[in-house]
């Protein structure tokens, strides 16, 4: 037995026969057998030194499925830690949707595939819910998981752990749906974009308070992935597309499209050192920094 069985074993005693969690129980039965099979394999990587982002699905280009595991993860690995389980289950549900939707996992559009990361999230709160609480002690980060999750701030949490927005994927999910059952037009969600924009470049350039801004850069970065993922897929489905848009709305779009760009690339560094001090303060204690939950209207 080495470590890297341990990890399963481990995780399949949790789980055993109990299928509360229905999901959590045909992922890791799926995947279990992935790796008995040989399909899949753990990979550790020495070079990762943070828990957090240490570990991570990938599927290599010989097709292999691997989940690589930092070395972190791998030295301060215990069968009693729940967090490694919980985050073991996450990147197995990364490794369930590859095997199943083969390529479709890596052709997605940018919305779509955060959709996945928000998904394996939602596995973690199953995980915890129906296998963990109770039975462990479970470390601060799950503990504020399931408190974001009473509060319906979820945000919050893929702020600082994904690093994207789950409002503003969630706002565009609902835009086109609106759309597609043909409730709002293309001009009423320009309008909302672009309202959207102002107020969010406004409130960036405003706030003076540390985690405040690296989360209205995490809220800004993603409206303009997802406005950029409307523009590429409006380009291949005409109809749903900016296209027939008005010129004037076409310049105050572009206009604030590149203001968002401009903040992401000014202000990239600064947001991404503030978070890598956030990750090894988090790590020091499994413990948050901040006390009070962040609240967008994104
Ligand atoms: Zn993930």
Not at 66 to 83: A, C, E, F, N
């Amino acid at each position: 037995m080495n470590i890297t069985d341990d990890l399963l074993t481990n995780l399949g005693e949790i789980i055993g026969s109990n299928q509360n969690g229905e999901n959590v129980y045909k992922i890791f039965t799926t995947c279990k057998e992935l790796f008995d099979k040989e399909k899949a394999a753990f990979v550790i990587d020495p070079n990762r030194k943070l828990l957090l982002q240490g570990v991570f699905f990938k599927r290599e280009d010989t097709g292999r499925l691997t989940v690589i595991l930092g070395q972190k993860y791998i030295d301060t690995y215990r069968k009693d830690s729940s967090l490694h389980h919980t985050m073991l289950i996450h990147e197995l549900k990364h490794l369930y949707d590859c095997y199943l939707l083969k390529d479709e996992f890596y052709k997605c559009t940018y919305n779509k595939r955060h959709w996945f990361e928000f998904q394996a999230r939602f596995i973690e709160l199953e995980f915890i819910q129906n296998y963990l609480v109770e039975k462990f002690t479970l470390s601060r980060l799950e503990d504020l998981m399931l408190k974001c999750f009473e509060n319906n701030d979820f945000n919050y949490y893929s702020i600082l752990f994904s690093q994207v927005s789950y409002n503003v994927f969630k706002q565009f999910q609902e835009m086109e749906t609106d759309y597609l059952n043909n409730k709002v037009s293309v001009e009423d969600i320009v309008k909302e974009v672009i309202h959207g924009s102002h107020q969010l470049i406004f409130e960036y350039l405003t706030i003076t308070d540390d985690y405040k801004r690296y989360a209205y850069f995490i809220i800004i970065k993603s409206f303009r992935n997802c406005l950029e993922d409307i523009i590429l897929k409006r380009n291949d489905e005409p109809d749903i597309l900016f296209s027939n848009l008005h010129e004037k709305y076409f310049f105050d779009l572009d206009y604030l499209y590149q203001k968002m760009y401009e903040i992401i690339d000014n202000y990239n560094e600064e947001n991404k050192n503030y978070l890598l001090q956030l990750q090894y303060s988090l790590e020091e204690n499994y413990t948050v920094l901040i006390t009070q939950p962040f609240h967008n209207q994104a």
